[in-house]
């Protein structure tokens, strides 16, 4: 049930950045990267594993996960073409409302 949440957020990400993609600009912040690259470097970190045991565990995972994927989809809106970008960010953060809105039914759901 997560996915289908962040799906609905990278829907509105990869609208709002096809065209940063397709010119190669990087839509994760570089800190970011270089630190997830030192993560990987040892391997999958074992919390991949572990699932969320409390309802409260599965409601912060996954509004840090919309979070994630609001600020990813702000990137691409900000890479994207001017004229498009403000209908970008207004879907962008319409998403994230809806998502947030509706995140504790998804923890719920994801039981």
């Not at 096809?18 to 630190?35: D, H, M, R, S, Y």
């Not at 073409?81 to 947030?100: F, G, V």
Request: net charge positive.
């Amino acid at each position: 049930m997560i996915r289908a949440v962040i799906g609905a957020g990278a829907l509105v990400f990869c609208v709002g950045s096809a065209l940063a993609q397709e010119a190669g600009a990087p839509l994760t912040p570089p800190n970011v990267v270089a630190n997830q690259q030192r993560e990987l470097a040892h391997g999958d970190p074992h919390r991949w594993f572990n699932d969320d045991k409390t309802l409260q565990a599965r409601l912060q995972t996954l509004r840090k996960e919309i979070g994630a994927a609001y600020a990813e989809a702000k990137i691409g809106c900000q890479k994207g073409e001017a004229a498009n970008r403000s209908a970008c960010m207004a879907e962008a953060r319409q998403t994230y409302n809806h998502d947030m809105a509706n995140a504790r039914e998804t923890a719920m759901a994801s039981r």
